[in-house]
């Protein structure tokens, strides 16, 4: 059974500081995503991340991927209030009929304060 | 990209009776998948819907209380059936347009509150 974990759950920051979320998963994966979901919405997209060593930036935010020790990870530079939100990562397993069947993390709820 | 709605967005509903949340996609798209969403909680999946066919259940959730249908390939129902309190959830449609796209988009969500 795939299991994802997210670590820190809850991460209060300061304006201008860096942070990282981890997630882990437990078997092997074709693909990671990382999306935002704000209070009372739905969920947006951030990354897709499809092979080892595979980085994405946009704006404050860039994720990498580690298939080998099973590890993404969300940083977060120069943390602004707008990115107040919660931040999950999912992971779909390995093989075709697994496809689009994505296992979620716990979430992390992400506060920026002045 | 995939633009997907949900009907109804949100519903109270009496214990014992049923909810069917309609999800509509503006694209043909290869796999629609159902999520649930409890309170506080993360997003689990509950099936896929397939076209043509019965849907695919994942362990804990069984075709009598989650009757799905997907006539075509822009189109799927979700049945909440004799539902309890314990089915306040938002219940989240999902689509992966086509093999090898990689981007896998969430519709709006329909927030169900059950009395």
């Known amino acids: 059974e795939l299991k994802v974990e997210q670590n820190p759950l809850f991460l209060s920051m300061q304006e201008g500081k860096n942070y990282t979320i981890y997630c882990n998963y437990s078997t092997t994966s074709d693909r990671l995503y990382w999306y935002r979901q704000d209070p009372g919405k739905s969920l947006e997209s951030l990354f897709v991340?499809?092979?080892?060593?595979a980085v994405k930036q946009e704006g404050r935010l860039m994720a990498s991927l580690d298939t080998k020790a099973r590890l993404s990870t969300l940083h977060i530079t120069a943390a602004v209030h707008d990115l107040s939100a919660t931040y999950f990562c999912a992971v779909a397993k390995a093989g075709g009929t697994s496809y689009g069947k994505l296992t979620f993390g716990q979430g992390t709820i992400l506060t920026v304060h002045p | 990209s995939a633009v997907i709605s949900q009907k109804p967005s949100r519903d109270i509903c009496q214990r014992g009776t049923s909810l069917t949340i309609q999800c509509q996609v503006d694209s043909q798209v290869t796999m629609m998948f159902w999520y649930r969403q409890q309170p506080g909680q993360s997003l689990t999946l509950i099936a896929t819907a397939n076209q043509g066919s019965e849907a695919t259940y994942e362990s804990g959730f069984v075709i009598d209380k989650f009757p799905i249908s997907r006539p075509n390939l822009t189109f799927s129902t979700l049945t909440v059936s004799n539902m309890s309190p314990e089915d306040s959830s938002i219940y989240l449609c999902?689509?992966?347009?086509?093999?090898?796209?990689?981007?896998?988009?969430f519709g709006p969500g329909t927030r169900l509150l059950v009395l």
């Open positions: 999902s689509v992966h347009p086509f093999l090898g796209h990689e981007t896998q988009y």
């Open positions: 991340l499809l092979s080892n060593g």
